[in-house]
């Protein structure tokens, strides 16, 4: 089992730039796909990118495809979510989830504010 822990977060102007980390601790690490979500308050939690075990296939969703990119390193046991050009609609909280067929992990969060 894997335990994740999100940072990178912050506050920054409309068309500003924010580099989130993802650091997994435990074993085996190199086999789960890694998710990136984010939630509003009072929405529902809301799928932003994939990158699969060994990183070779990555997806996006609509809203952020093109401005975000995933990326992983699994012999430092890092995803890395490179956001730029960031709009208001982006804030919210981003978390990642570790995911394999037996095990599900997530870290706390970390808050990103896009405002002027």
């Known amino acids: 089992q894997v335990h994740l822990v999100e940072s990178g977060g912050g506050t920054v102007q409309p068309g500003g730039s924010l580099r989130l980390s993802c650091a997994a601790s435990?074993?085996?690490?190199?086999?789960?796909?890694v998710t990136w979500y984010r939630q509003r308050p009072g929405e529902e939690r809301e799928l932003v990118a994939q990158i699969s075990a060994v990183g070779r296939s990555t997806l996006y969703s609509d809203p952020v495809r093109g401005r975000f990119t995933v990326s992983r390193d699994n012999t430092k046991n890092m995803v890395w979510l490179q956001m730029v050009n960031l709009k208001p609609e982006d804030t919210a909280v981003y978390l990642c989830?570790?995911?394999?067929?037996?095990?599900?992990?997530w870290g706390q969060g970390t808050q990103v504010t896009v405002s002027s």
């Open positions: 435990g074993f085996g690490f190199s086999d789960y796909t």
């Open positions: 989830q570790a995911r394999t067929g037996l095990d599900t992990a």
